[in-house]
């Protein structure tokens, strides 16, 4: 049975230290880190990382058009 329930989306943690994480990385506007292509912003460099590999969908080309 989680311990905490995300008052916004309703995502369960069983641990305080998640819970506090996900709040601050998903639902504040905490982004240290951002992509280059789209301006997507990530809390944690690890989901930047991810978010580059599977690739954003941003058209470099739009910007020139």
């Known amino acids: 049975v989680p ?4 008052g916004i989306c309703g995502r369960p943690f069983k641990r305080r ?3 506090v994480r ?3 990385n998903v639902h504040e506007e905490v982004g ?3 992509c ?7 809390g944690r460099l ?3 990382k991810r978010h580059d590999k599977r690739g954003c969908g ?3 080309e739009e910007d020139e058009k």
Not at 3 to 6: E, R, S, T, V
Not at 36 to 42: A, L, P
């Open 3 to 6: 311990a905490f329930l995300c």
């Open 17 to 19: 230290t998640d819970y």
């Open 22 to 24: 996900h709040v601050r």
């Open 32 to 34: 240290r880190y951002s």
């Open 36 to 42: 280059n292509q789209c301006g997507e912003r990530f």
């Open 46 to 48: 690890d989901k930047l």
């Open 58 to 60: 941003a058209d470099p």
